[in-house]
């Protein structure tokens, strides 16, 4: 057994120790510190699968945005925690949960056992057609050309959420600034990390959405980044959440798919079909669309991660 392999067996050991002590976690709270440390652990797996680009994503969104989402939702609910330890499901009830669990486990990992060798891929169709976009990173280039419709649909989807989680407002609140007004301690921990990360953090996530036409990267981890330093600055109490109501609120929201959109329709007037981009441009239309999704994305995130508005925007 080579070095490689043993870490990477004590990697499996630890991730499959950290889902089952999630899952089995009694207390809330430790149940989503569990699946934090969870997120964090499977960019190492995507790593070494070399999906960098996954590894990523999975990063920014299963232990960061995912996190602040699970960890504020567990603080809403710890008064009542002892009403539901009350309420625990019965035995029987819980053991047909872990049966469909184990069921489908078992069912995905055959999935992928048996599959057949060589297994289906349009990997070399996608390869050999790379160079009319002039992008260099290869996940890019399949979301952004060959399955550009799935990814503007994503963005839609991303906002029609965030429509959601606002309709969750009571009417008299509507237009209000969303989630509680944070107060931290000036002189504390989270106040400095708020005050040291911000800088850096933005020129990371712009420079990780920049080198995302040719490396890993892209717009969506950028924008991510850019979240998350946007919900560090309001969690420490440095800035408020702006009003839903807030009009340079709706251009930032829109402007991915609504760019989007623009370009998909120029491939009708210029090319054979919605968003076909012509050789000579695709390079630069698909770089505007992303700079576009690079703002929404972090606008759009950060508000989600805030919630519903529960204050007036008077206050």
């Known amino acids: 057994m080579t070095i490689a392999s043993a870490l990477e067996m004590a990697l499996v050991a630890v991730v499959l120790g950290v889902a089952v002590w999630t899952i089995a976690a009694r207390e809330t709270f430790a149940a989503v510190e569990g699946f934090v440390a969870y997120g964090l652990l499977l960019p190492l797996v995507w790593v070494r699968l070399d999906a960098v680009d996954v590894a990523l994503t999975e990063g920014a969104i299963g232990g960061g945005l995912s996190g602040v989402l699970l960890l504020g939702a567990a603080a809403r609910l710890r008064p009542t925690e002892t009403l539901a330890a009350a309420e625990r499901p019965g035995e029987i009830l819980r053991l047909a949960a872990a049966v469909l669990s184990a069921t489908v486990a078992a069912a995905l990992a055959a999935g992928v056992?048996?599959?057949?060798?060589?297994?289906?891929?349009?990997?070399?169709?996608?390869a050999a057609n790379a160079a009319a976009t002039g992008l260099g990173n290869p996940v890019t280039n399949v979301l952004m050309a060959f399955r550009a419709m799935d990814t503007m649909l994503e963005k839609v989807v991303l906002l029609l959420a965030l429509v959601g989680a606002w309709s969750l407002a009571p009417d008299h609140l509507w237009g209000g600034h969303p989630g509680p007004r944070h107060q931290a301690d000036p002189r504390g921990v989270l106040a400095f990390?708020?005050?040291?990360?911000?800088?850096?953090?933005?020129?990371?996530?712009?420079?990780?959405?920049?080198?995302?036409?040719?490396?890993?990267?892209?717009?969506?981890?950028?924008?991510?980044?850019?979240?998350?330093?946007?919900?560090?600055?309001?969690?420490?109490?440095?800035?408020?959440?702006?009003p839903i109501g807030h009009r340079w609120l709706r251009p930032m929201l829109i402007a991915g798919p609504v760019v989007f959109v623009v370009v998909g329709l120029g491939g009708l007037v210029v090319g054979d079909a919605f968003l076909a981009y012509p050789v000579a441009y695709a390079k630069p239309l698909i770089l505007t669309i992303e700079v576009a999704m690079t703002l929404t994305i972090a606008v759009t995130l950060g508000l989600l991660m805030a919630g519903?508005?529960?204050?007036?925007?008077?206050?």
């Open 308 to 315: 519903a508005p529960e204050r007036s925007a008077e206050r």
């Open 113 to 126: 056992l048996f599959l057949p060798d060589p297994a289906p891929t349009l990997a070399p169709a996608a």
């Open 193 to 242: 990390l708020a005050r040291l990360l911000p800088p850096v953090g933005i020129v990371v996530g712009i420079y990780v959405f920049w080198v995302g036409a040719d490396h890993p990267g892209g717009a969506f981890q950028g924008g991510t980044i850019l979240a998350a330093m946007w919900l560090l600055v309001m969690m420490a109490g440095l800035t408020d959440a702006p």
